[in-house]
Structures are given as structure tokens and as C-alpha cells.
């Protein structure tokens, strides 16, 4: 830090409706002001902010901030498993070849390579810290996936690979006390200094703000399904990392992909129980009203095609039968092993009133996982000095147009490590002066929105996504949408400090992004449908979108940039 007194919390010259509060981001409105310091200020405790901090305690001060409890992540709703080349007959080449087909053309060849060769040696450290995988005779037993040449999932306790996981990362940073965790604080908004990162300013259960100055700052946030009124992500992944990011001035990238899962349980809850795709791995079939097999002919692997070609073909089957689920047929699998293998979608299912082994079960798609993110390079950094990014709040390229299933935990294992890599090089040679600089934050009363109309304006967002900016897109929906989420926008008054309206504005933040990047991607491409557009164009199309705010208007840019080699 360069001796400055005051930071800048969020953007320094917000604007108006379409971007963001003409007021700051957030006032102080009289609240208590508390400051702390770190070496390294980790938001998120999911897999990849939990590798990350767990990897930087061995050297440095770390401080791990996560807006819920330590169970309430993506990463503990995690079914499948981790996808490695862990057998034998496997290959990391493989691995790569099956990621790049999957990625359509848009993924980055250095970063998947990357996932693909560290990726075994990260299990075995999760082995080694006290992880059962599940295993046959002493050995891994894997799993296979959509669009995977062979079997490679590692998982545990059949279905329960995510709270497996992270139970035990969690375990070691809450018994080590090497990290000082703060659970249920609420990030609101990085602080910069001179353009560069040096901590956050978080929201805490009883109102008080915590000014967090670090010298190097993890987002580890997951992902944004909450954009969407189908989802099976927890209520957290309101894309707060993404939305601070933007806000501080990173650039953003591939915003319009947003994964929809083939087959989550057919019902209206939030977020609605994923029903995962290792039963199909396992032979399960998807059947449309009339109990045909409309993925037989459809591809070549039919049930474990890609997701985004499943989902294209379910789309064509709803439009033929004016209809809006079709069905997982797992009826022909022996019993016993199901509820010993998929005991959570068992289970789950069962206390939904339907019963896997005897039953056909209604699935259709939901958000599920979101590629867009913040960009970094293969070592977690990001467009902002002092400011890294890893998990699914990142976009590491490694999942192009489309992700290969299980290639998300992974990632947040292998780039949490190699975050923790980089950061020991930047803070052997950063500044190392965290001065107690004062936050330099308006103070005025805000009234901020009626609970009612934040709760409103949440489900109207998502409805607005789901039915616009959903699985197939056009540019008078997205039109549509764009003015819808303006408007929205405009009705609100600045967010006061509560964590409802401080999501609702992340979300309308981050859908304003996935709109304006679909609006531009004129194809078709891995998890994104133009109809108007519904070809893919390598031509012109082989690039990615990325999304920053201009300093001077506060405005979105949206723009085109190069893919790196894949
Ligand atoms: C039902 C389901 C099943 C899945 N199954 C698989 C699978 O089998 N294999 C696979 O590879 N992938 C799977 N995925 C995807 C995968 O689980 C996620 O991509 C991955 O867990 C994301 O990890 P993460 O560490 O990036 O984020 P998360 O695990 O989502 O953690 C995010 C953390 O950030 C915190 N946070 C967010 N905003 C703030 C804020 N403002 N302030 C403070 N803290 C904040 C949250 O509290 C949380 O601690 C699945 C996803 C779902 C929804």
C-alpha cells in the first residue's frame, strides 16, 4: 500500500439505473466500523477456497470469510464426484481430449492441461488428508459421466462426494487453527487502493462492518445460479464475487454460458434436488411421455452425450410434446446397489414421494453451474494486482462452451493450489505494509427497500432469466430482458446494509452481464442457444466475451478476446 489514508470500497464513480446506484455501493449508516489484517483474505469457504486457504496458512496470516456456514456451499451438495485420470488404462491426454470436445472450441489449452496433469496428485493429497473415496479391493472405484471415453469419477459415500470433501478440508482448517475463520459475514465489496486490491469490507450478523485489509485477496465465491428460478445451486450462489469483481474493475469473461443440468427433479423448490448423472453413468435411461429412449439415435452416447447436446435434444422433445420434463428410468438397475451407490438422490427422491428402483422420476433442466467468471490466468490471478480468483467464481478456460461433468471440483482443487503457489511468489515480493488506513465511506441514512420488494424483485429476476435469457435465447427476449432488469434496477432505492438486497443487486449485476454477453455471441455454441442464430460460427465466433466496467461512465463493456490456443 503507497501510504494512502483512504480506500475506495466498490466503484469510485457509480452510475446510474442500468449500472449501478447513483449513492455508493453501501453506506455506513452509523454502523459499527471494526478493522482486521491479513497476509491473505480468502472469501469463500467451498473446495476452492478451502484448498486456497488451507495451502496459504502454511506460510501466511490467512483469514477465511464465508457469507454461511461452512455446509452451506455448492461443494457440499456435490454428487458425482471428481474427475481424474486415476486408473491405469487412463490418461491425462484423454482427459484432455474428452475436455476439449466437450468445450466446443472455446477452452483453453494451457489450463486444461494444466487440470489434467495436476489433477491425480491433488486426490491423492485429499487422500491423505483424510478423504474415503470409495473403493473396491483397495482400489479407486470410478464412476463415468456424460461425454467422458471412460470411466474416471472418483467419488464418496456413492453420492455424497461434495459434503465428503469438504468435511474433511473443513475438518483440518477448523482443528488447525491456522486460519481465523469467520462464518455467516457477508462480503460486500473489495477495497482498492491505487488500482490495486488490498482487502474487502464484510457485513456481520449483528449489522457491525468489518474492514479486512489484506495484502493479497482469494475470491472464492462459487457460482450464480440464484439468477435463475430453476436451480439446483444453494441460495448463496447469488454470484457475489463476480458482481465485487466487476465493481473493482476485473474483467469478466464467457458471462452467457450458464451450464442447465439435464436432469434435476422435476418440482418448484429452491434450490431443486439434482439428480446426478452417474445414474445414467450407471445405465440409467431418459424416456420422453410415450417411454421412448429419445436419446438413442440422437448421439452416438446417447444418455451420456454432453450435457448441453441432452439438454438441446430435451428442448426438442418439449416443443414436440408441448411439454416441460420428460423422465429417468433407473428401473432396470438392480435395487440394492442404487440405494448403496446414489443413497442421497435415493433418499432425496424418496421424501419426495417417489421411489427410484420402481418409479420413473420427472426430471428437467435447472442452472446448474456457471462458466462465466472472473478471468484469471492459470496461476489465479486476475486482470487486478493483489486480487486472485479460483472455483467457479473464475474462469480459467478450462471448461470453454461447455463443462465436462466433474471437472469443477477438480478445478477448484487443482487452481486453489496453484492460487496458493502464486501467492507465495506475489507476497515474497508486494508491499508488505497492511497500514490501518481509514475506509473512506458515506455515512448518510438509507432506508433501503422493503423486504417484500427485495423478495419480489428476486423472483422476478429469475423468472425474467428463465423464461428470456434461459436454455435458448433470441434477441427480442434478450431485449426483453435487458429493459426488464433495467427497470427493476431503476425501482429500487440504494441497498441499505442487508444481505437480501445486497444479493438482489450482485444478481441484477450479473444478469445484466449474461445478457449482454448472449445479446452479443450472434451462434450457437456448447451451453448457449441463439434460435435466431442456431449454427455454430467458427468464423467469426471462436473468441470469448468479456465484460468490464468502464471507470468513466460506470457502464458494462462488452466486448470480444482471443482464445488461447486449444
Ligand atoms: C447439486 C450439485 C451437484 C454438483 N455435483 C458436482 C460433482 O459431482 N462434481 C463436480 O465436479 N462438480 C459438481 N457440481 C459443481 C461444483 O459442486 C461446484 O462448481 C463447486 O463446488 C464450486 O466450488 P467453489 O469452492 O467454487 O464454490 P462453493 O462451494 O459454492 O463455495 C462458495 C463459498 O463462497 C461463499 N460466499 C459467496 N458469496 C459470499 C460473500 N458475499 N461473502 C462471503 N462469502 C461468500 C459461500 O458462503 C461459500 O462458502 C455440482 C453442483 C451442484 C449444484
Redesign the pocket.
Known sequence: MKGSEHLAAGPSNPAGPAGYPSAPFISRQGADLRYSSYDVLV?????????AALGAAHRWNVGL??????D????????????AAMSPHDSPDLHLKDTLEAGVGLCDGEAVRVLVEEGPARIRELEQLGTKFDKRDGKLILGK?GAHSMAR?V?AGG?A??SVV?SALADVITSGGRVELHEN????DLLMDGGRCVGAV?LGEEGELTVSLARAVVL????A?QVYSR????L???G??HA?AYRAGAVLRDMEFMQF?PT?FYGTEN?T??V???LRGEGAYLRDDAGERFMVGSHPRAELAPRDVVVRHMQRIFQRDGSDHVWLDARHLDACFLRERFPTVYNGLQKRGYDLCTQLVPVAPAS???IGGVMTDTWGRTTIPGLFA?????STGIHGANRL????????LVF?ERTVRELNRYLAVADPAVRKVRLELADEPREGNDPAVVAEGRARLGRTMTDLCGMVRDREDLDKACKTIATLHASLAAPGLNVAE??LF?LLAVAEHIVAAATLREESRGVHLRSDFSERDDVNWRLHTLVRRDPETGQPVVETGAVQGT
Open positions: 472469501v469463500g469457504g467451498g473446495i476452492a477456497g478451502l484448498t470469510i464465508t457469507k454461511g456456514t461452512l452451506q456451499t455448492t461443494t457440499f451438495l456435490a454428487q458425482g464426484g471428481i474427475a459421466e469419477v467419488h453420492d462426494t461434495g469438504a459475514e457477508f462480503v460486500i464484510s472464492a465465491c462459487g457460482g445460479g436451480t439446483t445451486n444453494p448463496v450462489a447469488t457475489d464475487g465485487m443440468h434435476a434450490p434436488l439434482l446426478t448423472e452417474a446448474h453451474y456457471f479460483c472455483g467457479e467464481t473464475s461433468a466433474s471437472n469443477s471440483l477438480l478445478e477448484g486453489g445486497l444479493e450482485n
